[in-house]
T-cell receptor, first 111, second 112 residues
Framework: KQEVTQIPAALSVPEGENLVLNCSFT??????LQWFRQDPGKGLTSLLL?????REQTSGRLNASLDKSSGRSTLYIAASQPGDSATYLC??????????FGSGTRLLVRP | NAGVTQTPKFQVLKTGQSMTLQCAQD?????MYWYRQDPGMGLRLIYY???????DKGEVPNGYNVSRLNKREFSLRLESAAPSQTSVYFC???????????FGSGTQLSVL
């Protein structure tokens, strides 16, 4: 059974810092991996989707990498801003295409 | 520019009552999903519909039923609500299975 873990559960950094969020999964037979952002009381917004054949995806200040063999993905946020404060979730999709989510990392960027 | 629309946003039920959560998407997506989000548990898939006319169970289907009414709409029904069903419910859609997911804003449900 696929399990997705995100460490740390919470992170507080000063504005301007570059940071890395971690996601690990137990079954490397994935179809793709997605990173989402969730603001308090809101739904999830998809940030990046990495296909199993890809190593990374970039969007603006965000870069997500995927290492299937080790069961790891990282989300790199450059030059963090207070507006980046949110919960970040990763999710993996297997052969059945069902997404399995991690519990998220709650990020606070302090002005 | 609506995307995925869920109603209602908030609901309080008594144990044993029934209700239907409505979801509609205007992106012409084939696949639709219902998730629940509980503190410390992440999001768990209740039911999904890979395409119009099909529905399948997810991780936690017990106590729920779904209807894919047409390509746009996917409803979730609680026949006899239980306190364990207190949660935030999210509807989502994707163009096809395994593609980028778009979420609604959620329904906060309390069962007393």
């Amino acid at each position: 059974k696929q399990e997705v873990t995100q460490i740390p559960a919470a992170l507080s950094v000063p504005e301007g810092e570059n940071l890395v969020l971690n996601c690990s999964f137990t079954d490397s037979a994935i179809y793709n991996l997605q990173w989402f952002r969730q603001d308090p009381g809101k739904g999830l917004t998809s940030l990046l989707l990495i296909q199993s054949s890809q190593r990374e995806q970039t969007s603006g200040r965000l870069n997500a990498s995927l290492d299937k063999s080790s069961g790891r993905s990282t989300l790199y946020i450059a030059a963090s801003q207070p507006g980046d404060s949110a919960t970040y979730l990763c999710a993996v999709s297997g052969s059945s295409y069902k997404l399995i989510f991690g519990s998220g990392t709650r990020l606070l960027v302090r002005p | 520019n609506a995307g995925v629309t869920q109603t209602p946003k908030f609901q309080v039920l008594k144990t044993g009552q029934s209700m239907t959560l409505q979801c509609a998407q205007d992106m012409n997506h084939n696949s639709m999903y219902w998730y629940r989000q509980d503190p410390g548990m992440g999001l768990r898939l209740i039911y999904y519909s890979a395409s119009e006319g099909t529905t399948d169970k997810g991780e936690v289907p017990n106590g729920y039923n779904v209807s894919r009414l047409n390509k746009r709409e996917f409803s979730l029904r609680l026949e006899s609500a239980a306190p364990s069903q207190t949660s935030v419910y999210f509807c989502a859609s994707s163009r096809d299975r395994g593609e980028k997911l778009f979420f609604g804003s959620g329904t906060q449900l309390s069962v007393l």
